[in-house]
Antibody
Framework: QVQLVESGGGLVKPGGSLRLSCAAS????????MSWIRQAPGKGLEWVSY????????TYADSVKGRFTISRDNAKNSLYLQMNSLRAEDTALYYC?????????WGRGTLVTVSS | EIVLTQSPDFQSVTPKEKVTITCRAS??????LHWYQQKPDQSPKLLIK???QSISGVPSRFSGSGSGTDFTLTINSLEAEDAATYYC??????????FGQGTKLEIK
């Protein structure tokens, strides 16, 4: 079965950086668009970014554009999110998901806390 | 940016009731509307894609309808396990692909 496992979250100071990873199994990873979605504590879902199967197309929410970079390594079945210049409002549970339109499979998320 | 507005924000219902949640888009999105269920401390789960297409493994009491700007998620004969927050999500044309604010369903 499809499994997506996020890692790399943690506590970081404002202005700091983190790199999130998502390890995929049970699917032909290189066939699929992949997305990152986040959820602030007690809040709703916010789409962050997605990447094409080959990695040659990426797009971002305005709230993270210029600060976050999505990438993938199809040989390692892994998705990444490099997050720079982090702000308090980036505090959230970050999910990776298969697809970019209908999001059929989701990981359990990794928590990012931005606080001094 | 396309804004999705769900109603109600919260609903308390009894088992076996029929529940209807609506999602209105700020502009026409065709049928590019999906529904997710998120139970406490769990990740979201896709229930319905493209407004009305069923998902394998999802109970048949969940159904969706609508097109353009107005969409509905219907849960027939509600069960206790359906207590969750439900989100609509649009993927029409270009990003950002926005979510509704969520509808929390409480089972009495």
């Amino acid at each position: 079965q499809v499994q997506l496992v996020e890692s790399g979250g943690g506590l970081v100071k404002p202005g700091g950086s983190l790199r999130l990873s998502c390890a995929a199994s049970g699917l032909t990873f290189s066939d699929f668009y992949m997305s990152w979605i986040r959820q602030a504590p007690g809040k709703g879902l916010e789409w962050v970014s997605y990447i094409s199967p080959s990695g040659d197309y990426t797009t971002y929410a305005d709230s993270v554009k210029g600060r976050f970079t999505i990438s993938r390594d199809n040989a390692k079945n892994s998705l990444y999110l490099q997050m720079n210049s982090l702000r308090a409002e980036d505090t959230a549970l970050y999910y990776c998901a298969r697809g970019h339109l209908d999001l059929h499979y989701w990981g359990r998320g990794t928590l990012v806390t931005v606080s001094s | 940016e396309i804004v999705l507005t769900q109603s109600p924000d919260f609903q308390s219902v009894t088992p076996k009731e029929k529940v209807t949640i609506t999602c209105r888009a700020s502009q026409s999105i065709g049928s590019s509307l999906h529904w997710y269920q998120q139970k406490p401390d769990q990740s979201p789960k896709l229930l319905i894609k493209y407004a009305s297409q069923s998902i394998s493994g999802v109970p048949s009491r969940f159904s969706g309808s609508g097109s353009g700007t107005d969409f509905t998620l219907t849960i027939n004969s509600l069960e206790a396990e359906d207590a969750a927050t439900y989100y609509c999500h649009q993927s029409s044309s270009l990003p950002p692909y926005t979510f509704g604010q969520g509808t929390k369903l409480e089972i009495k």
